[in-house]
Protein backbone atom coordinates (compact mmCIF):
# COMPACT_ATOMS: atom_id res chain seq x y z
CA UNK A 1 0.00 0.00 0.00
CA UNK A 2 1.49 3.94 -0.04
CA UNK A 3 3.89 5.13 2.64
CA UNK A 4 3.25 8.11 4.17
CA UNK A 5 6.64 9.62 6.07
CA UNK A 6 6.76 12.57 8.23
CA UNK A 7 9.84 14.84 9.61
CA UNK A 8 10.83 15.71 11.72
CA UNK A 9 9.47 13.25 14.13
CA UNK A 10 10.08 15.76 17.30
CA UNK A 11 10.50 19.41 17.19
CA UNK A 12 11.03 21.90 19.83
CA UNK A 13 11.43 25.86 19.55
CA UNK A 14 10.30 28.81 21.32
CA UNK A 15 7.28 31.19 20.54
CA UNK A 16 7.39 33.38 18.36
CA UNK A 17 9.74 30.64 15.60
CA UNK A 18 8.74 29.48 12.36
CA UNK A 19 8.81 25.55 11.30
CA UNK A 20 8.23 23.75 8.46
CA UNK A 21 6.84 20.37 8.74
CA UNK A 22 7.14 17.44 5.60
CA UNK A 23 5.10 14.35 4.44
CA UNK A 24 6.06 12.40 1.54
CA UNK A 25 3.80 9.60 -0.17
CA UNK A 26 4.74 6.76 -2.15
CA UNK A 27 2.13 7.35 -4.95
CA UNK A 28 -0.42 9.02 -6.60
CA UNK A 29 -3.32 10.60 -4.25
CA UNK A 30 -6.47 12.42 -4.30
CA UNK A 31 -6.43 13.38 -1.14
CA UNK A 32 -3.92 15.05 1.36
CA UNK A 33 -5.03 16.39 4.89
CA UNK A 34 -3.16 17.72 7.39
CA UNK A 35 -4.02 17.44 11.01
CA UNK A 36 -2.99 19.02 14.40
CA UNK A 37 -4.27 16.79 17.14
CA UNK A 38 -4.76 18.77 20.45
CA UNK A 39 -3.74 17.27 23.94
CA UNK A 40 -7.39 15.92 24.31
CA UNK A 41 -6.89 13.81 21.35
CA UNK A 42 -9.27 15.77 19.10
CA UNK A 43 -8.04 15.66 15.46
CA UNK A 44 -8.22 19.32 13.94
CA UNK A 45 -8.49 19.78 10.20
CA UNK A 46 -5.84 21.96 8.86
CA UNK A 47 -5.73 22.02 5.03
CA UNK A 48 -7.33 19.68 2.53
CA UNK A 49 -4.71 20.30 0.14
CA UNK A 50 -3.65 17.17 -2.91
CA UNK A 51 -2.39 20.10 -4.60
CA UNK A 52 -1.31 23.37 -4.81
CA UNK A 53 -0.63 26.21 -2.09
CA UNK A 54 -3.81 26.77 0.65
CA UNK A 55 -2.83 29.69 3.49
CA UNK A 56 -4.86 30.00 6.68
CA UNK A 57 -4.04 32.84 9.14
CA UNK A 58 -0.10 32.05 10.43
CA UNK A 59 -0.83 28.10 8.76
CA UNK A 60 -0.10 27.32 4.95
CA UNK A 61 0.57 24.62 2.69
CA UNK A 62 1.86 23.41 -0.23
CA UNK A 63 1.16 19.87 -1.91
CA UNK A 64 3.79 18.97 -5.06
CA UNK A 65 1.64 15.86 -6.07
CA UNK A 66 4.23 15.05 -9.10
CA UNK A 67 6.87 15.22 -6.63
CA UNK A 68 4.90 13.57 -4.14
CA UNK A 69 5.26 15.69 -1.18
CA UNK A 70 3.63 18.36 1.04
CA UNK A 71 5.03 20.81 3.54
CA UNK A 72 3.11 22.46 6.12
CA UNK A 73 4.33 26.04 7.42
CA UNK A 74 3.67 27.41 10.78
CA UNK A 75 4.70 31.16 11.33
CA UNK A 76 5.23 33.15 14.60
CA UNK A 77 4.82 29.72 16.53
CA UNK A 78 2.29 30.15 20.14
CA UNK A 79 2.05 27.43 22.62
CA UNK A 80 -1.61 26.81 21.95
CA UNK A 81 0.61 24.88 18.23
CA UNK A 82 2.04 22.52 20.49
CA UNK A 83 0.70 19.02 19.37
CA UNK A 84 1.19 16.38 17.02
CA UNK A 85 0.52 16.93 13.50
CA UNK A 86 -0.43 14.47 10.95
CA UNK A 87 -0.53 13.74 7.39
CA UNK A 88 -2.90 11.80 6.02
CA UNK A 89 -3.39 10.56 2.21
CA UNK A 90 -5.87 8.20 0.02
CA UNK A 91 -4.12 6.54 -2.57
CA UNK A 92 -5.85 7.82 -6.38
CA UNK A 93 -5.17 4.75 -7.89
CA UNK A 94 -8.31 2.70 -6.30
CA UNK A 95 -9.17 -0.32 -3.73
CA UNK A 96 -8.41 2.21 -0.77
CA UNK A 97 -11.06 3.58 0.43
CA UNK A 98 -9.37 4.93 3.68
CA UNK A 99 -6.84 7.83 4.62
CA UNK A 100 -3.14 6.29 5.03
CA UNK A 101 -1.77 8.23 8.08
CA UNK A 102 2.22 9.19 8.75
CA UNK A 103 3.60 8.46 12.28
CA UNK A 104 3.05 12.50 13.16
CA UNK A 105 5.66 14.99 14.27
CA UNK A 106 5.13 16.21 17.72
CA UNK A 107 5.64 19.69 17.79
CA UNK A 108 6.71 21.46 21.10
CA UNK A 109 6.02 25.30 21.57
CA UNK A 110 8.33 26.55 24.31
CA UNK A 111 6.98 30.31 26.46
CA UNK B 1 -23.56 22.61 11.77
CA UNK B 2 -23.25 19.73 13.90
CA UNK B 3 -19.87 17.96 13.85
CA UNK B 4 -19.02 13.90 13.78
CA UNK B 5 -20.49 12.79 17.34
CA UNK B 6 -19.18 9.48 18.62
CA UNK B 7 -20.58 7.81 22.12
CA UNK B 8 -19.34 6.57 24.65
CA UNK B 9 -15.85 8.84 25.11
CA UNK B 10 -14.84 6.49 27.47
CA UNK B 11 -15.56 2.76 28.15
CA UNK B 12 -13.24 0.51 30.28
CA UNK B 13 -14.39 -3.20 29.95
CA UNK B 14 -13.05 -6.66 31.11
CA UNK B 15 -11.21 -8.31 28.54
CA UNK B 16 -13.67 -11.34 27.24
CA UNK B 17 -16.45 -9.03 26.96
CA UNK B 18 -18.42 -7.79 23.61
CA UNK B 19 -18.14 -3.57 23.41
CA UNK B 20 -20.34 -1.34 20.77
CA UNK B 21 -19.03 1.86 20.11
CA UNK B 22 -21.63 4.55 18.35
CA UNK B 23 -20.90 7.05 15.37
CA UNK B 24 -23.26 9.82 14.57
CA UNK B 25 -21.86 11.20 10.70
CA UNK B 26 -22.13 15.13 9.94
CA UNK B 27 -26.01 15.28 8.23
CA UNK B 28 -25.40 14.47 4.40
CA UNK B 29 -22.36 12.99 4.35
CA UNK B 30 -22.93 9.50 2.61
CA UNK B 31 -19.73 8.57 3.52
CA UNK B 32 -18.26 7.18 7.10
CA UNK B 33 -14.89 5.50 8.22
CA UNK B 34 -14.15 4.09 11.30
CA UNK B 35 -10.07 4.40 12.12
CA UNK B 36 -8.25 2.86 15.48
CA UNK B 37 -5.60 4.99 17.32
CA UNK B 38 -2.96 3.11 19.51
CA UNK B 39 -1.52 4.72 21.93
CA UNK B 40 1.75 7.03 20.67
CA UNK B 41 0.91 5.96 17.31
CA UNK B 42 -1.12 7.36 14.33
CA UNK B 43 -4.11 6.27 12.78
CA UNK B 44 -4.94 2.86 11.00
CA UNK B 45 -8.19 2.84 9.00
CA UNK B 46 -10.37 -0.21 9.54
CA UNK B 47 -13.89 0.21 7.79
CA UNK B 48 -15.48 2.05 5.15
CA UNK B 49 -19.12 2.50 4.35
CA UNK B 50 -20.88 4.73 1.17
CA UNK B 51 -24.22 4.86 1.48
CA UNK B 52 -26.07 1.15 1.34
CA UNK B 53 -23.15 -0.30 -0.35
CA UNK B 54 -21.67 -3.14 1.06
CA UNK B 55 -18.71 -2.06 3.35
CA UNK B 56 -15.15 -1.87 2.96
CA UNK B 57 -13.93 -4.46 5.43
CA UNK B 58 -10.69 -4.74 4.36
CA UNK B 59 -8.65 -3.12 7.37
CA UNK B 60 -10.36 -4.64 10.42
CA UNK B 61 -7.90 -6.50 12.13
CA UNK B 62 -9.77 -10.04 13.17
CA UNK B 63 -13.20 -11.28 12.71
CA UNK B 64 -14.03 -10.25 16.47
CA UNK B 65 -14.79 -6.95 14.31
CA UNK B 66 -17.62 -5.84 12.77
CA UNK B 67 -19.26 -2.82 12.12
CA UNK B 68 -22.71 -2.19 10.87
CA UNK B 69 -24.55 1.37 9.36
CA UNK B 70 -28.36 2.01 8.66
CA UNK B 71 -28.38 3.76 5.55
CA UNK B 72 -26.74 6.99 5.35
CA UNK B 73 -26.94 7.82 9.68
CA UNK B 74 -25.66 6.42 12.42
CA UNK B 75 -23.04 3.46 12.86
CA UNK B 76 -22.06 1.11 15.07
CA UNK B 77 -18.38 -0.93 15.45
CA UNK B 78 -18.88 -3.84 18.07
CA UNK B 79 -15.74 -5.45 19.09
CA UNK B 80 -16.48 -9.25 20.84
CA UNK B 81 -14.44 -10.99 23.37
CA UNK B 82 -12.22 -8.22 23.65
CA UNK B 83 -8.30 -8.25 24.28
CA UNK B 84 -6.19 -6.13 26.04
CA UNK B 85 -4.63 -5.31 22.58
CA UNK B 86 -7.79 -4.06 21.52
CA UNK B 87 -7.04 -0.86 23.73
CA UNK B 88 -7.09 1.96 21.70
CA UNK B 89 -8.70 5.22 21.21
CA UNK B 90 -11.25 4.42 18.35
CA UNK B 91 -12.29 7.23 15.50
CA UNK B 92 -14.84 7.52 12.95
CA UNK B 93 -14.95 10.49 10.34
CA UNK B 94 -17.20 11.12 7.60
CA UNK B 95 -17.16 12.58 3.97
CA UNK B 96 -19.93 14.03 1.47
CA UNK B 97 -19.16 10.99 -0.48
CA UNK B 98 -16.57 8.62 -1.20
CA UNK B 99 -13.17 8.74 -2.39
CA UNK B 100 -11.04 11.83 -2.25
CA UNK B 101 -13.20 14.37 -0.11
CA UNK B 102 -12.47 15.85 2.76
CA UNK B 103 -13.03 13.94 6.12
CA UNK B 104 -13.95 15.25 9.54
CA UNK B 105 -13.25 13.46 12.69
CA UNK B 106 -15.51 12.62 15.33
CA UNK B 107 -13.63 13.20 19.06
CA UNK B 108 -13.19 9.63 19.55
CA UNK B 109 -14.30 6.80 22.10
CA UNK B 110 -11.05 5.68 24.46
CA UNK B 111 -11.61 2.02 25.36
CA UNK B 112 -9.13 0.62 27.64
CA UNK B 113 -9.28 -3.71 27.91
CA UNK B 114 -8.71 -4.80 32.03
Known amino acids: GIQVEQSPPDLILQEGANSTLRCNFS?????LQWFHQNPWGQLINLFYIPSGTKQNGRLSATTVATERYSLLYISSSQTTDSGVYFC?????????????FGKGTHLIIQP | GAGVSQSPSNKVTEKGKDVELRCDPISGHTALYWYRQRLGQGLEFLIY????????KSGLPSDRFSAERTGESVSTLTIQRTQQEDSAVYLC????????????FGPGTRLTVT
Open chain 1, 88 to 100: AVMYSGGGADGLT
Open chain 2, 49 to 56: FQGNSAPD
Open chain 2, 93 to 104: ASSLRRGGQEQY
Open chain 1, 27 to 31: DSVNN
